[in-house]
């Protein structure tokens, strides 16, 4: 009489045994976990947010220059944990690898910096070239390097010599501004086609512009500088006259200010004398400064557009064109190349 075993496994003979093993590991409960894909955390956002710290602090460098240059600060710690992370560890495991190190850095290199700088200035080119549609007829640069050459014009003379004879000022001006434009196409037309290109692309001022495009072009910058000469002294005219009363052309705050700057004066023994004239020559040059920062505001907005519509691209542009594409095979040719140079070394050191 055969005893009937309650443990079923038991019962099986030795060739049945595997079969039912077997079954068994087919079943959904004794699937193996499959292993996770890594997902590096300095590359995720908004971490990765910080590795373009520097490129909005490009964007910001006209109209704040310091906090342009301290936005560099977090981007530079950021490339350098980076770069650490991916030169000691193999994605979870420590395994310290150099030629992983510089692939990191290549990518850091042209993902965050090169390629973004190069989309926020293409942005704030191409909103400066796009004011021409505007009544200014003028590009933005165009416009600011005008407006700076009235101001430092302006500077170094008295307003009050010309008071009375507004047309020997412009006259005057449109000389010095002829010979500015000259001066600027010359070093233009003197300077190779590599370093144009870099200038349009990284370059801040492309001063150039204000006489490239012939008389036409310098008939514009006239008269645009003409009708800004017109107001600064119809401003000066209507403060002399009464300063009471704000002038039709001058902002509230900048009036409020011009009274705050007339009292400072009148109270320094060494200015009290031209009090009002002192402070209405730095109440008009304000005016023209403050134009001067909304034309970089301008040109910013149009650097902040272009990094914010592109900076994904490039990031999948450098990750999977250049980097697998031309950078891995470089670096792998690189690699053998080297590991053959020193095996011959070897081979040559040994026989000799």
Known sequence: ?????????????????????????????????????????????????????????????????????????????????????????????????????????????????????????????????????????????????????????????????????????????????????DTTTRKHQNTNIIKRWFDLIFGGRHPEEMGKEGNDRRKIIHDYTSKKIDNLFEIRKELLEKDSVKPKNLTEKLFKEYKTLAEKYSKDPEFKLEAKTLAIKDILTKVETNDIFKTKMKKTIGGFVALGLLIKPIDLFVEHIIMEKYVDPGLDFISTNTKNQIQNFKQRNIKA
């Open 1 to 181: 009489m055969i005893k009937v075993t309650p443990n079923f496994t038991a019962a099986l003979t030795t060739a049945e045994q595997p079969k039912a093993l077997n079954k068994n590991a087919e079943e959904p409960s004794f699937e193996k976990k499959q292993k996770k894909e890594y997902n590096d955390p300095l590359m995720k956002w908004p971490v990765r947010g910080l590795a373009f710290t520097n490129d909005i602090g490009a964007a910001i460098m006209d109209i704040a220059p310091k906090a342009g240059t301290a936005l560099w600060y977090p981007a530079m710690m950021y490339f350098g944990a980076d770069i650490y992370d991916k030169y000691r560890n193999d994605k979870e495991e420590y395994d310290p690898n150099a030629r992983r190190g510089f692939k990191q850095a290549i990518f850091q290199a042209l993902a965050s910096v090169i390629f973004p700088i190069a989309t926020v200035h293409a942005g704030q080119k191409t909103a400066s070239i796009l004011a021409r549609k505007s009544d200014t007829k003028l590009s933005l640069q165009t416009q600011e390097e005008s407006t700076k050459f009235l101001v430092d014009f302006m500077s170094r003379r008295k307003l009050g010599d010309y008071q009375n004879d507004t047309q020997k000022f412009k006259e005057e001006f449109s000389n010095a501004l002829d010979n500015y434009i």
